[in-house]
């Protein structure tokens, strides 16, 4: 290799290959050139969220990757991952010389952005809808001007947040669809999870603008689960795509966001618990981290002093922005 006379700028004549059509814009995933088949074939993408869409069995066998990680982010599409992994996931019933589709590997689990409807209450009394998002949503840390601020924002419109769900059955739930799925055969992670700083939470979908107009609808857990997942950059950047001048001409001064985020440590107990699922599954993880890298580093810290014969076997899938 020393040997060899490197190409310079003055040498390499190759043409630079564009793949942006803007500078600020990824490529259309629709029309951008791939690799030749057999290439493709040797990739897997480890994280997508392709129950989030509707999809054709077509469209899955045409996908022309070895496998994909097919994530669960919420309560109402954990049923929908398990289908698809079912579905299409790699079993020892379905390996053959023959079969070219895509290997689906399910993941379960509950994603930051929506760990503000979940309640960590373990009593069987009722949970108190207003003590459980005050808490999350307005710190102790918070000067008194803002906390004035944050509980007359929060007073407004408390009546349109679902009520919370405990977090307690949907962890017996997700040990139980990864224990079924291992027992297909089929290959299953814990995802997405995490911890992320930046994400605010949006106006429940009955409200009408960032003053919180009075309605007396009270969302579903389900309502506010769409309301979120309609405010995904990925889902703003494809309706670009699809109709760029109609996604112009929507644009409003509205604000759709309200200036709460869910706590950190509300997050990270809600994370440190999905850890245990998959400990005791023995499966590995897939974890979302957006300006939390520093908490987030801590839970290995902690993992490794409680499960010490464990968290040395327990490989993460991790995604820092």
Known sequence: MCGQDHPTAETNSRPHRQLFQKEDEPPDWRTIALPAPAVLKLLTDSHCHPTDLPFSTAQVKNVGLGGLAAMATRVHDQQLVESFGETYGSGKDKVDDEDENTQVVACFGYHPWFSHLLSLDTSKDPLDKQQHYESIFI???LSPSKKDEYHQILSRIIHL??????LGPLLVDMGQRIRRTLGRGQKVMVGEIGLDRSFRIPYPPNS?????TAHTTTTTVEDAENAIAATAPEKELAEKQDNPAAAAKTKTKTKTLT??????AHQLRVLELQFQVALDCGVNVSLHSVKAQGKLLVLPLFLHRTHIPLICRLPM???VR
Do not use: A
């Not at 947040?161 to 405990?166: A, D, I």
């Not at 009408?208 to 919180?212: I, N, Q, V």
């Not at 200036?259 to 950190?264: G, I, L, V």
């Open 259 to 264: 200036p709460f985020t869910t706590s950190t």
């Open 139 to 141: 710190p102790s840390s």
């Open 317 to 319: 899938n991790l995604g």
């Open 161 to 166: 947040f679902p009520e919370p769900v405990r």
């Open 208 to 212: 009408t603008d960032s003053e919180g």
